[in-house]
């Protein structure tokens, strides 16, 4: 459990700094039974308020 809480994390933070930004968004394997890495092109960039 451990371990799927740091892929979790490592995800969250990939996605605010690297995909979100480009249009993109990575989904956490967990949510996929860890089968597939699954990437969503968005329709607008999200721009992130930090």
């Known amino acids: 459990e451990k371990c799927l809480r740091k892929v979790a994390k490592f995800v969250q933070e990939q996605n605010e700094r690297i995909y979100k930004p480009r249009g993109l968004l990575l989904t956490n394997p967990v949510d ?19």
């Open 32 to 50: 996929r039974g860890l089968r597939v890495i699954e990437i969503s092109i968005l329709d607008q960039p999200i721009v992130s308020r930090t």
